[in-house]
């Protein structure tokens, strides 16, 4: 059973929407929450989240985690073609353990 | 310099050549990864090194073979690899080692194996 869950696996909006990816994880030994976008090569790092409730910002893209029910989401507003990428989400745990990623949302943003 | 760096960028070998991927990183990070991503899949860990140890090898096949001859390189040695080897890897660094913090990825070797 996978320990860190995507969903959607894809997503095609068009510009000016507003989209939510969801990310649900195993509790146990759990410490952290990242998210990470990657167009072509390089994941790169968005945000890492380890306290409940207390949401992340930059620019159109926020975060926020909810250690109750053991999700996290990733809102994009606005969306932009740009914003056109697979987003992976990642838990950290204890224990000298590597991150766990999800499988990964696949977001499309049409003009 | 916040950048991991990989060279090189693409890579094309036949199966009974002999490669090396590098990776090198000057942000003082201690712990330095080697991912294996094909497409549309997440990256999978293939190794871990910590203070210039090999802390965690996910059972990788020994055609693939690590090296970190100091704390800012990460090198990986191909040798008779097969065609199912072809993939995106990524080299990666982490500040400390307890493994499960924030990861800087490099932009990856795309690898084809013929």
């Known amino acids: 059973e996978d320990k860190v869950v995507q969903s959607p696996l894809s997503l095609v909006v068009h510009e000016g929407d507003t989209v939510t990816l969801n990310c649900s994880y195993e509790v146990t030994n759990f410490r952290s929450l990242l998210w990470y976008k990657q167009e072509k090569k390089a994941p790169t790092f968005l945000f890492m989240l380890?306290?409940?409730?207390i949401e992340k910002k930059s620019g159109r893209l926020s975060s926020i985690l909810d250690k109750k029910e053991l999700f996290s989401i990733l809102n994009i507003t606005a969306t932009q073609t740009g914003d056109s990428a697979v987003y992976l989400c990642a838990g950290g745990y204890s224990g000298n353990t590597p991150l766990v990623f999800g499988k990964g949302t696949r977001l499309s943003v049409i003009a | 310099d916040t950048e991991v760096t990989q060279t090189p960028k693409h890579l094309v070998m036949g199966m009974t050549n002999k490669k090396s991927l590098k990776c090198e990183q000057h942000?003082?990070?201690?712990?330095m990864y080697w991912y294996k991503q094909k497409a549309k899949k997440p990256p999978e860990l293939m190794f871990v090194?910590?203070?210039?140890?090999?802390?965690i090898n996910e059972s990788v096949p020994s055609r693939f073979s690590p090296e970190c001859p100091n704390s800012s390189l990460l090198n990986l040695h191909l040798h008779a690899l097969q065609p199912e080897d072809s993939a995106l890897y990524l080299c990666?660094?982490?500040?400390?080692?307890?493994?499960?913090?924030?990861?800087?990825f490099g932009s990856g070797t795309q690898l084809s194996v013929l």
């Open positions: 380890t306290s409940s409730g």
């Open positions: 990666a660094s982490s500040p400390g080692t307890t493994f499960n913090e924030k990861l800087f």
């Open positions: 090194y910590s203070y210039e140890k090999l802390s």
């Open positions: 942000m003082g990070h201690r712990a």
